[in-house]
């Protein structure tokens, strides 16, 4: 027990360090934390650090608060998804969707194509389908406060990319799911219970909320049932075949956004923040267990620099085309392109599901990894550029984001 508390003392205190510091660069809190596992992890000293901090018998006790944290963050995610920013940005969607969706993933499928030489796959179908899911995907928590941080909260640039973050996000993780059934081979049976899952939780989950839940215990004894719900439900979807963060993103959609008294929904995203705020951590530090840079060579630089080029090049050039087709001027269109190349944490989540079911190799990993740190980390300076220097990177004070929580400030 002595050794799992200071393990996680000594990732906690890493990780809120490195967060600090990034925030004093102007980066997400998410890029210091997650730079911080990558430093815990076997890339320096040969693994000795993480030998020495997180001995074998206290990992996959860390292992399980990690799988904690991450429902907390899938179930905030989906908490924060509102259709009413959707529905106001309709007439666009198709062109932007088209732009930040499908060019993204068809130069991503075309790099999974050539590297599959180098990192051969079990089923190459699911291995491109994946790659290129994984360089189309936006980081909805990142990107919203970005927005808020350089003052476009209540520009048209802001509601477009926080409109086609959520399509983005609902359609990148229902194609996951797809893949994560094939990867997996399914549970035969199991699978038959996701479509009465799926209606229990769009139908049945919002009324018990409203009448049972909300509607007669006090905040304090509904907001543990609340977590009780989204850990169940990711563990619903972990034993039917799919990854946890399916059930509890799904738990969090389905909360009802009106009926619920006192402001529940409200305040439900400002109480459940602060733990998985602290279990997040361990999540990027059991990732970084896996990634290790110290054996890069010619080949993998060369690996790593068409990764970014794909990544970035497909996400600038897709967004700023279909905005463009879609009548937005120059510069929304530039700034739209930015934002939407941001990935983050939500990037990381679906590599470690993609490395824990096989479809990466460890190398594969560590290099989309530090992909998805470098597009985050130049998303700023880049916003800045594209806004030809109007934006200052100072939000308005107190600024909110337009959503039920501030669920994942920073990240």
Known sequence: MSSLLLALAALVLVCQVMAALARRLGQPSVVGEIVGGLLLGPTLFGGRVTDTLFPADTRSLLGAFANVGVALFMFLVGLEFDPRVVRR???????????SLVVPFGLGALLAFRLLGDHPSREPVVFVVFLGTAMAVTAFPVLARIIVDFGLLASRVGGLALALAAVGDVIAWTVLAVVVLVAAGGHSWHLLLLLPYAAAMVFVVPWLLRRQV????????????????????GGATEWMGLHLIFGAFLFGLVVPRTGLRGGFRERLGTSIEPLASFLMPIYFVVAGFRVDLS?????????????????????LLGVYGGARAARLDHRSAAMLATLMNVRGLTELVLLTVGLSLGILDADLYSLMVVMAVVTTVVSGPLLRLSSGSSLKGEGAPGARLPTPSRSEEGR
């Open 214 to 233: 909300v509607g007669r215990l006090p905040q304090s004894a509904a907001t543990p049932l609340v977590v009780a719900g989204v850990l169940a439900s």
């Open 89 to 99: 940005s309709a007439g666009m969607m198709g062109w932007l969707c088209a732009g």
């Open 295 to 315: 054996h890069l060579d010619v080949t993998a630089i060369g690996e790593l620099l068409l990764i970014l080029l794909v990544a970035g090049g497909g996400k």
